[in-house]
């Protein structure tokens, strides 16, 4: 009898071979191929559930994101609730941190996060995950922004427009320096800068 092959079990499976090969090799030797190869698959099978290179590439670039997402909508419940307890700003920045490569596996995938990023200058079929996760970004730093500016807790006034902005890019541009000079810019080095931002939109503390 034939083995019963779950789809969105092996389109997962696949996609998770493209993440492991851009992370270990470049996003350039995520070829077919070499993906079929990584998955222990033929590279028909490969083919059957994915319509060419662009629509794997979009697939696998979700499931990057679903990840990173995934971990940080647990951070963002938790500083969010109305609930929770302790140093709100200590909270903020656990949250905010989830989107920087402090650990190996936060490396990885700032690494191979900004592959997509690059490939996408010259492969239009990316850009639109693209906007989503970064429209994502910014609405996670408009929301503890938002919800920090209703507990009194930023300086009055703030152009939250703008502080969104900030911030993200802020974030933005840590990731990139992590990945680009590890042995420069440390997990220590990205919280401290993290904080220091933070403290300048924090209202003084009674």
Not at 139 to 162: I, S
């Amino acid at each position: 009898m034939p083995k019963i092959v779950d789809p969105a079990e092996r389109r997962q499976a696949v996609a998770d071979a493209v993440l492991r090969v851009a992370a270990r090799e470049g996003l350039d030797h995520a070829s077919l191929r070499n993906v079929a190869d990584e998955a222990g698959l033929a590279i028909g099978s490969v083919r059957h559930y994915f319509d060419g290179s662009s629509e794997l590439m979009i697939f696998a670039m979700g499931e990057l994101a679903r990840r990173i997402e995934a971990r940080i909508s647990t951070r963002a419940a938790a500083l969010l609730d109305p609930a929770a307890t302790g140093d709100r700003r200590e909270r903020t920045v656990q949250l905010l941190a989830e989107t920087l490569p402090l650990d190996a596996a936060r490396r990885e995938e700032a690494g191979v996060w900004l592959s997509f990023v690059s490939a996408a200058r010259t492969r239009p079929e990316l850009r639109g995950r693209l906007a989503t996760m970064q429209a994502g970004l910014d609405d996670l730093v408009r929301r503890v922004l938002t919800e920090t500016d209703r507990v009194g807790a930023l300086v009055p006034g703030l152009d939250l427009d703008l502080e969104t902005r900030r911030l993200s890019a802020l974030l933005d541009g840590l990731a990139l320096q992590a990945v680009q000079h590890p042995l420069l810019v440390g997990p220590d080095e990205l919280c401290a800068v993290l904080r220091r931002h933070l403290d300048t939109l924090a209202a003084p503390r009674p």
